[in-house]
């Protein structure tokens, strides 16, 4: 079944640290991604995107990420984390014109 | 200021008692969906629709209608509600379905006793 992969589950770190939450799906061809992030009781906002062009794509509060077609990945990284980035991460893949699939979500700690 | 509105935010209510969950969106999008999130399950689309009177199925409609007489409003019945729909739910609306990112209403938290 096509489906995104979150491999980790919850992830703790220190602030100043550094941030690599993977993502993968099993469609093939073209595809849009991405990730969205729910502050801890708050809806979901969209942190950034991916549908052509650079692999390499910068999104809001200094996060990134990068597509990598062969690896069927979109991970997402921050080099370094704050304490107000605690937060739930989804990562969204569509197909063309298909529905929104979200991964099951990565829990990020963040200890002051 | 473009929004996407859900009500009621909190409902805790009976088996079987037929409820309703409003959306409505502000920006003129064509595309609505309402997803169900669930611990350790991620968000799960229940349905949505491209259009105005075009609604479909997602991955979990069993339980669930929707119906979209006007462009802004999307709302969610639960004829019957049963304890296996206590959940948190989002509408999202875009311009367009696929390359277009959803904006999401703030949730709407049920409890079914």
């Known amino acids: 079944a096509q489906s995104v992969s979150q491999h980790n589950h919850h992830v703790i770190l220190s602030e100043a640290a550094s941030l690599e939450l993977g993502c993968n799906y099993s469609y093939g061809g073209t595809v849009n991604l991405f990730w969205y992030v729910q502050y801890p009781g708050q809806h979901l906002q969209l942190l950034l995107k991916?549908?052509?062009?650079?692999?390499l794509v910068k999104g809001i509060k200094g996060f990134e990420a990068e597509f990598i077609k062969s690896k069927f990945s979109f991970n997402l990284r921050k080099p370094s984390v704050q304490w107000s980035d605690t937060a739930e991460y989804f990562c969204a893949v569509t197909k063309g014109q298909g529905n929104l699939i979200f991964g099951k979500g990565t829990k990020l700690s963040v200890k002051p | 200021e473009a929004q996407v509105t859900q009500n009621p935010r909190y409902l805790i209510t009976v088996t079987g008692k037929k409820l309703t969950v409003t959306c409505s969106q502000n920006?003129?999008?064509?595309?609505m969906s309402w997803y169900r999130q669930d611990p350790g399950l991620g968000l799960r689309q229940i349905y949505y629709s491209m259009n105005v009177e075009v609604t479909d199925k997602g991955d979990v409609p069993e339980g669930y209608k929707v119906s979209r007489k006007e462009k802004r409003n999307f709302p969610l019945i639960l004829e019957s509600p049963s304890p296996n729909q206590t959940s948190l739910y989002f509408c999202a609306s875009s311009s367009a379905v696929g390359n277009q990112p959803q904006h999401f209403g703030d949730g709407t938290r049920l409890s079914i006793l």
């Open positions: 991916y549908f052509s062009g650079d692999p």
């Open positions: 920006m003129n999008h064509e595309y």
